[in-house]
């Protein structure tokens, strides 16, 4: 994948369960962990990112209550969120803190250029941003060659992925607006919008073909607008064997979201960094083993952030793409693995038979 604006490294502290953290990223990192050890949490602050870029932040606090929640233990355990993170070849911290009526705003916000990180001369530039006491952030819109303009493109291109709703009153199953095709949308509810203005591409015969392995019954999709309404069109199928088409109502819940993943990790143009959280829910085991490959080759074009409760799935993967999360003493810890605390293991267990073995942490 291309390194430019690729997340190397952050320093996260006093948000939600992360009392403070450091991690380096690599192109695909795996979380493992118990349940409430901070693994969605983690990712929920990539959600917080993109509020925050997106100038936000206070109607994202408001929803989600007041800064309490997010706030490690509250105001009177945590006084500010401090977020410092690493690209290539700049860098963007933040401090905010909490006011008297609930809010988050900014006690500090600017942007870093190593200009010997990008080979040029000039040493290191800092730009400020967002002015302290101010609600909203000062990243501009993406676009031009200016260094927070870099910046601000990299964190809208930050997408976290939720396909585990597929009820009968799912997004994923209503109608969708045919021009509604830039991008998959976070809860797969443009699929067949977006599968459409795929269609005459390779990615797309690949996407078609592998749902096949998981379901053989699947012959294609039958991307239609509809024709009393040009503008809408509803994702239907054709299955092997007949003339009859199918919506979504007629697959199930496993092959609803294995076509989501598979249109997300296999389609012409990925987002800059894809954030997963327990993809595998309700995936058969061979459809999890699949989703690992597509994992493994979409990490090639993009980073990839996940967390999984599968051994399954974790067993698909090197010792150097897991993350180890455990809660110590109320705070979440996330640490890489040493090959040395694996090289004895690994000529007969796989790293989720480790990790379900409790011999590399990451266990209630």
Same mark, same amino acid.
């Given at each position: 994948?291309?390194?430019?604006? =690729? ?53 994202? $606090? ?18 500010? +969120? ?11 911290? $933040? ?11 900014? =006690?500090?916000?600017? $942007? +870093? ?37 870099? $910046?601000?493109? *990299? ?5 976290? *992925? ?77 299955? =092997? ?27 012409? *143009? ?79 267990? =796989? ?14």
């Amino acid at each position: 994948m291309d390194d430019s604006g =690729k997340l190397n490294h952050i320093k996260l502290s006093g948000f939600k369960s992360i009392r403070e953290m450091e991690l380096d990223f690599s192109a695909l990192n795996i979380l493992i962990g118990p349940n409430g050890a901070g693994k969605s949490n983690f990712i929920q602050f990539f959600k917080f990112m993109n509020q925050l870029h997106s100038k936000e932040l206070q109607l994202y $606090v408001s929803q989600k209550g007041t800064s309490e929640s997010f706030l490690h233990f509250g105001e009177k355990e945590t006084k500010m +969120i401090q977020a410092h993170l690493h690209f290539n070849p700049n860098e963007y911290k $933040v401090t905010l803190v909490p006011t008297q009526d609930g809010k988050l705003i900014f =006690k500090s916000e600017e $942007v +870093i250029f190593d200009a010997d990180k990008a080979k040029y001369q000039g040493g290191i530039k800092r730009i400020p941003l967002a002015n302290a006491g101010q609600e909203e952030s000062g990243l501009p819109l993406p676009g031009t060659q200016r260094i927070e303009n870099h $910046v601000a493109g *990299y964190i809208a291109d930050w997408k976290i *992925y939720h396909f585990h709703d597929t009820s009968d009153t799912s997004a994923l199953k209503r109608v969708s607006n045919v021009n509604d095709n830039r991008s998959l949308s976070a809860q797969g509810e443009n699929l067949a919008a977006f599968l459409f203005s795929i269609q005459a591409t390779l990615e797309y015969r690949q996407i078609v073909e592998t749902i096949q392995r998981v379901a053989p019954f699947f012959q294609d999709f039958i991307l239609i607008p509809d024709k009393n309404n040009p503008e809408q069109i509803r994702l239907r199928w054709k299955h =092997k064997g007949s003339d009859s088409y199918f919506d979504a109502n007629h697959l199930s819940d496993g092959t609803l979201r294995f076509i989501c993943l598979a249109t997300l990790l296999l389609q012409p *143009y990925h987002p800059r960094v894809i954030l997963l959280d327990e993809p595998e829910l309700g995936l058969h085991p061979y459809a999890i083993h699949l989703l690992a490959a597509m994992m493994k080759s979409a990490s090639t074009k993009t980073q990839i952030i996940a967390s999984t409760q599968s051994v399954t799935l974790a067993n698909q993967f090197d010792w150097q793409d897991m993350v180890i999360v455990d809660q110590i003493n109320g705070a979440s810890q996330f640490s890489r693995l040493e090959e040395s605390d694996v090289k004895n293991w690994l000529e007969e267990y =796989k790293i989720g038979e480790l990790w379900e073995k409790n011999i590399i942490r990451g266990t209630p």
